[in-house]
């Protein structure tokens, strides 16, 4: 990934801003992961939600931007389902 990333096309500027944050949030961070797994995962969720990412290229050819709700309404057919929020369990407080 890294050299598609880097290689001088459009993309090269966002993996540099990602190294330059993952560079400065790694001093906050005590068990960070390394640069290689960070691109590993991403590589990762790529390749897994491919037809989110052509679905939204393909609207975005026609209307050149988005606004969330609209974005979401796009690639939601093609992830996988959210499970459900529950409610944190309430301990009773004593008296």
């Known amino acids: 990934m890294a050299m598609n990333a880097s290689d001088g096309n459009e993309g090269s500027s966002d993996y540099a801003d990602a190294k330059r944050i993952y560079g400065e949030l790694r001093f906050l961070m005590p068990r960070r992961p390394d640069w290689g797994r ?48 529950t409610p944190p369990e309430r301990h009773p407080q004593p008296a």
């Open 38 to 85: 960070i691109e590993d995962c991403t590589a990762r969720l790529v390749l897994d939600h491919w037809s989110a990412i052509e679905a939204l290229a393909a609207h975005l050819l026609v209307k050149y931007d988005l606004q969330f709700d609209e974005a979401l309404t796009i690639v939601a057919p093609h992830l996988p389902p959210m499970p459900a929020a």
